[in-house]
Each structure stands twice: as C-alpha cells, then as structure tokens.
Nanobody
Framework: VQLVESGGQLVQAGGSLRLSCVASGRTFSSYAVGWFRQAPGKEREFVAAISWSGASTYYADSVEARFSISRDNAKNTVYLQMNSLKPEDTAVYYC?????????????????WGQGTQVTVSS
C-alpha cells in the first residue's frame, strides 16, 4: 500500500494536533498500522500502533496518556490524535503499514512507509 501522512504543523506547547495517514489499496483493512517519529539527530522511534481490526492499540510510554490512535477502514485512514503536546514531541512523524505485524512496535515489522509529516512544538 501507498501511504500519505498529513496534519503536521507548528503548534504551541500544550496544544493538539491530529495526524492522518491515508492509504491506497483495497486491502488496507488487512494491515496493521504504526506511527513512528524521528527527531533531529535521533533515531526513529515507535509512537503508536493499531491492529488491522482496530481492536488493539499500542503506545510508547512517553505518549500513552496524551496520544490516541484510531482507524476508519471505510476511509482507508488511520489517525493519531496528539494532545498536551510538548517540545520533545517535535519530530517528523511517519506512518507505516504491515501485513504480518505481531509486536507492533518494531520498524522491521512494517513493509510500507509514508514520506512523513513535520510536527514542531514551540515552548
């Protein structure tokens, strides 16, 4: 599947953003989807993931109380709602999709990646 992220922008600390990941392909509902992020000078890290059915969600400890992942398979879209944003959330956010995802938190489980969307949180 091809993935396109959107929704990233400059926001003040404490604010909210909703990122979208739109997929092409008729079998999107079969894919687990994850969000990862990469800050300048740092390695890419796991943020959140959702199972193909939407029944299970997974979060990094650093975002669990503030971010929420959801999906609308009828729209081929996965959302990442980000609340109470902090400057340390500044990064390029990527969505990724995979058919054989088990743990949901590892990059290698995902086959297809989007180009990323920039989120900048000012203090």
């Amino acid at each position: 599947v091809q993935l396109v992220e959107s929704g990233g922008q400059l926001v003040q600390a404490g604010g909210s953003l909703r990122l979208s990941c739109v997929a092409s392909g008729r079998t999107f509902s079969s894919y687990a989807v994850g969000w990862f992020r990469q800050a300048p000078g740092k390695e890419r890290e796991f943020v959140a993931a959702i199972s193909w059915s939407g029944a299970s969600t997974y979060y990094a400890d650093s975002v669990e109380a503030r971010f929420s992942i959801s999906r609308d398979n009828a729209k081929n879209t996965v959302y990442l709602q980000m609340n109470s944003l902090k400057p340390e959330d500044t990064a390029v956010y990527y969505c990724a999709a995979g058919l054989t995802v088990v743990a949901h938190v590892h990059e290698y489980e995902y086959d297809d990646w989007g180009q990323g969307t920039q989120v900048t949180v000012s203090s």
